[in-house]
T-cell receptor
Framework: DTEVTQTPKHLVMGMTNKKSLKCEQH?????MYWYKQKAKKPPELMFV???????INESVPSRFSPECPNSSLLNLHLHALQPEDSALYLC???????????FGPGTRLTVL | DQQVKQNSPSLSVQEGRISILNCDYT??????FLWYKKYPAEGPTFLIS?????DKNEDGRFTVFLNKSAKHLSLHIVPSQPGDSAVYFC????????????FGQGTILTVHP
């Protein structure tokens, strides 16, 4: 299995909602990542988990809360988002933090 | 401060010809470089990578060249196919930023039949 899967594919939420994005990989990778991508821009790193521990937080607002329940799963909990948070949210995994990262298809998030 | 730069926003090539995508970097601590291909509304797809101890890596139609002294890398696609039309991102890892991919701004490649 060489895939990173993400659910849901699309999400529309209001500014007072609480929702979660989910990511899963079964490649035995020990590093997992959340990225945010706006149109016509490169992906921007949000969080890095290495061996299920948060190793990098790129000064992301607390309305985004990551969680790594086990080595195969990565969640991103969303609460009180703003319309400017609308973007494509990408999950990635890699064998280690020094290797190529493999991306999931992304969740298209729209905040109304 | 953009540490990875792709100075050509777009490139147009005829099918069957060579596509050459360029990337420059400023951080001498980068030691691993990658190319990704991206279609709209999809995640980036890993294409090919190169370690700083090499100057060339080849995989099928894709070859990446690294010139460390010039801090420059390029991706060659030969022969180009219409299905190669996508946005191509150059990325780098290294130094104190392990785990963090630093991306260029991307180059839109269009391959005409």
């Amino acid at each position: 299995d060489t895939e990173v899967t993400q659910t849901p594919k699309h999400l529309v939420m209001g500014m007072t909602n609480k929702k979660s994005l989910k990511c899963e990989q079964h490649m035995g990778h020990r590093a997992m990542y959340w990225y945010k991508q706006k149109a016509k821009k490169p992906p921007e790193l949000m969080f890095v988990y290495s061996y299920e521990k948060l190793s990098i937080n790129e000064s992301v607002p607390s309305r985004f809360s990551p969680e790594c329940p086990n080595s195969s799963l990565l969640n991103l909990h969303l609460h009180a988002l703003q319309p400017e948070d609308s973007a494509l949210y990408l999950c990635a995994s890699s064998q280690s933090s020094q290797h190529e990262q493999f991306f999931g298809p992304g969740t298209r998030l729209t905040v109304l | 401060d953009q540490q990875v730069k792709q100075n050509s926003p777009s490139l147009s090539v005829q099918e069957g010809r060579i596509s050459i995508l360029n990337c420059d970097y400023t951080n001498s601590m980068f030691d691993y470089f990658l190319w990704y291909k991206k279609y709209p509304a999809e995640g980036p797809t890993f294409l090919i990578s190169i370690s700083s101890i090499k100057d060339k890596n080849e995989d099928g139609r894709f070859t990446v060249f690294l010139n460390k002294s010039a801090k420059h890398l390029s991706l060659h696609i030969v022969p180009s196919q219409p299905g190669d039309s996508a946005v191509y991102f150059c990325a780098a890892i290294g130094g104190t930023s392990y785990g963090k991919l630093t991306f260029g701004q991307g180059t839109i490649l269009t391959v005409h039949p």
